[in-house]
């Protein structure tokens, strides 16, 4: 009688541990064999830009840049104007996380004065483009769109590598390398000189080293573009444009300037001084 009871007490047992290993697995659970590394594994998104904000635009320039850039703002008669002028506007925008800008217009005895400031900040949405190269890829389409003129040759044939950058950016070629006569003519329309004009062939032609080019010295890639405006029956109007982008933000300073009298012309080594020494400015308070 007591190995009658004894021997079903062994299959019940016997019976249960077979039932937990077979559960153990079949409930879709990893295995001691499996390697984690294997199975599930994503690649690594794109590193972020350095910039998660952006400066309050109408702030960041110091009065002592504004009064050199707007000459016109001590000429003012009185102080709420010229605290008007100061705090110049901020332009319209609909995420100031991604994009802010301020505009700023003096007039004076002399001339008036225009100073536009607009940052941007790149985000990718893709998560296998970091921000940085999306905002690389952006300002590689404004040196296009700036249309920069082809860099002076020099006698060995070849050109700097700033300047031939800046060629193949900004201006179609023909087979030659030389500009097309597309781009030249477009160059020609928006008052910018030829590159490859020389300063002593007309007092008129500005200077080779002030010519529209790249830069090397801002940030971690810039431009400089120099515009002058037909003249007609006003005096003519110069627009010089600064751009540079650090990590995933691009800053943009457009400086006009038109004269009050007629057969004057801005001059253009003195406006993209004061631009670029602005936009050295930012690239500090940026980098801090």
């Known amino acids: ?25 079949d409930d879709g659970g990893s295995t001691d064999d499996a390697n984690p590394g294997e199975a599930g594994t994503t690649s690594a998104a794109a590193q972020p830009g350095r910039y998660t904000t952006l400066p309050e635009a109408c702030g960041v320039v110091s009065r002592s840049t504004l009064d050199s850039l707007l000459p016109g703002v001590k000429q003012l008669p009185d102080e ?29 005895a002399d001339a008036t004065d225009h100073l536009l400031l607009d940052f941007e900040r790149v985000v990718s949405y893709d998560n296998a483009v970091s921000d940085d190269s999306q905002a690389e890829a952006l300002f590689a389409r404004k040196v296009t769109a700036a249309d920069l003129p082809a860099p002076a040759v020099s006698p060995s044939g070849s050109a700097s590598g700033a300047a031939a950058s800046a060629a193949g950016a900004g201006a179609s070629s023909g087979p030659s390398g030389a500009p097309s006569a597309s781009a030249s003519s477009s160059r020609a329309a928006a008052g910018k000189p ?26 971690d890639e810039a431009f400089v573009d120099d515009a002058l405006g ?37 001059d253009s080594e003195e406006m993209q001084d004061k631009a ?7 690239v500090d308070s940026l980098s801090s």
Not at 81 to 108: F, H, I, P
Request: aromatic share 4%; hydrophobic share 35%; glycine share 8%.
């Open 1 to 25: 009688m007591q190995r009658k009871a004894y021997v079903p007490g062994v299959v019940a047992l016997l019976a249960a541990l077979v039932a937990g290993c077979t559960g153990g697995s």
């Open 80 to 108: 709420p104007q010229r605290e008007a002028a100061y705090a110049g506007e901020a332009t319209l925008t609909y995420d100031t996380d991604r994009k802010v800008g301020c505009r700023w217009k003096v007039e004076s």
């Open 194 to 219: 030829s590159a490859s004009a020389s300063p002593s062939a007309s007092s008129t032609v500005t200077p080779a080293d002030l010519q529209p080019r790249l830069l090397d010295d801002l940030g």
């Open 230 to 266: 037909s003249s007609g029956s006003t005096a003519k109007q110069r627009t010089v444009t600064v751009a540079f982008r650090t990590s995933n933000v691009i800053v943009t300073i457009q400086y006009e300037e038109q004269p009050a009298t007629v057969g004057v012309t801005p």
């Open 276 to 282: 670029r020494k602005l936009a050295a400015q930012l």
